[in-house]
Each structure stands twice: as structure tokens, then as C-alpha cells.
């Protein structure tokens, strides 16, 4: 995991932006499953940036899914997808792979695994990538995989689980190593902890500190103004 200092999320969002120009520009199609919460300008502002980047056919070899969402009816207000809409990604030209449906949670994380089973299978076929932007949180949770949830000893590739404030469905720890590259976004003093034990030299389970699953990924960007 590469360790980058900067005060805000700008800079991430810039190199997030310029990777996945490339990646598309090469002609390869990219998986990019983005996460909500504080991150979501960071993602419509990565995305905007690509649009400019990119030559206009390269979206259309773009896929966009979410990593974790909070189930519920389709555009329910707590919804990350609809918040990512709301806040101005821009979902048009390219493949759009929505969470929710209106069917049940068992429903939505069968569902929800097939599609990025067939996504990830497909990527691989064309020699394309899968990208993730994440955030973590001051518990360390990572997607929707809070410490010791159900989610965090899944053996398949998502999960979903009554968190507490949402019901949660999730890619799981098996995921990680299929993404060819993870960057997270983690800023503000409330996260000092996490960030600190998240880099330091302490063997630390993914059990105890999901965010410690991103070293799994293929190659992992951490920005940040703590390290």
C-alpha cells in the first residue's frame, strides 16, 4: 500500500481521475465500483475529469457499481446511489450497475454478486481492470464491512446484514483481491487512529480493522493527512 500525504481529497481524485483515462484510453474496459459518504464529490469530480480526459467512446467501455450500498426501496433517500446522483456523478454513456432493485435483501446480494461475478469474469476476458474507491471509517470499517459484522467473516463475494442504523449490502474480504486497484480517500483528525494503526507495522486482522483489507488489492493508494 503506497502512503500519499496531501490536505484534501483533490489530489486523490485527480490521480484516481488520470488512471482511469488511461485505463479506458488503452482501449480496455474498467470496472470501477465507488463508495458514498465523504468521498462522494471526490468520485463526481473524478469522473468529470475523465469525461475531459478520455476520448467520448472510452465511457462507453466504462462500468459503474457501488462497494457497499443501504438497502431499502430504489432512491430511498439514505441511499448512496441516489446521493451519488444527487450530488451530480454524471451516470450518463456509461454502464450503470445499481444495487437496489425492490427485491429482497437475500434477492439484492445474490443478485448483486452475480453481476460483479460476471463483470469481474469479463474484465478478465478483455484484459481490463477493476477499480474501487473507498473510505474508512474511524472504526476502521471499509465498504459496508464494520469490525466483527457478519460481513467481515463472509466467504462470498458480497454481503448483507442488519447493521444497526442501515442494513447493509457489501462486497465482502474475498473481493479485495480482485481489484487491480483500490485508492481510499481518508481525511480529518477523527480518523487519526484508524490511519495510524492502518500503517503502522502492527499485524492487525481484517476481523478487528476491515480497512486493513485493502492491502489485499492488487495495488492500494492510501491519501491522507494524517500519515
Known amino acids: 500500500m503506497e502512503t500519499i500525504r496531501t490536505n484534501g481529497p483533490a489530489e486523490g481524485a485527480r490521480r484516481l481521475a488520470s488512471d482511469l483515462a488511461a485505463r479506458l484510453s ?8 465507488v463508495c458514498g459518504g465523504s468521498n462522494i464529490k471526490a468520485a463526481a469530480e473524478a469522473l468529470d ?23 431499502g426501496p430504489v432512491g430511498h433517500p439514505d441511499s448512496n446511489w441516489k446521493q451519488l446522483a444527487d450530488a451530480g456523478f454524471g451516470f450518463e454513456g456509461v454502464r450503470r450497475l445499481p444495487v437496489l432493485s425492490g427485491k429482497s435483501l437475500s434477492e439484492t446480494v445474490a443478485a448483486y454478486a452475480e453481476t ?17 474507491l473507498f473510505g474508512i471509517g474511524a472504526d476502521g470499517h471499509i465498504a459496508g464491512i464494520l469490525p466483527h459484522s457478519p460481513a467481515a467473516s463472509e466467504r462470498g463475494i458480497v454481503a448483507g446484514y442488519d447493521a444497526g442504523a442501515y442494513t447493509r449490502v457489501t462486497i465482502a474480504p474475498s473481493f479485495f483481491p480482485k481489484i487491480d486497484a483500490a485508492y481510499a480517500f481518508v481525511f480529518g483528525e477523527g480518523k487519526r487512529a484508524a490511519v495510524a494503526r492502518l500503517t503502522s507495522r ?18 492500494a493508494y492510501l491519501f491522507t493527512d494524517m500519515a
Do not use: F, H, N
Not at 49 to 57: D, F, L, Q, T, Y
Open 26 to 33: 488503452g482501449g480496455r474496459p474498467v470496472l470501477w465500483l
Open 49 to 71: 475529469a475523465v469525461r475531459r480526459a478520455a476520448p467520448p467512446e472510452a465511457l462507453g467501455r466504462l462500468a459503474v457499481g457501488l462497494t457497499d450500498e443501504r438497502y
Open 116 to 132: 460483479l461475478d460476471a463483470e469481474c469474469r469479463g474484465v478478465r476476458a478483455a484484459k481490463g481492470s477493476v477499480v474501487a
Open 202 to 219: 502492527e499485524a492487525v486482522a481484517p476481523i478487528d480493522q476491515p480497512a486493513q483489507l485493502i492491502k489485499t488489492a492488487r495495488k
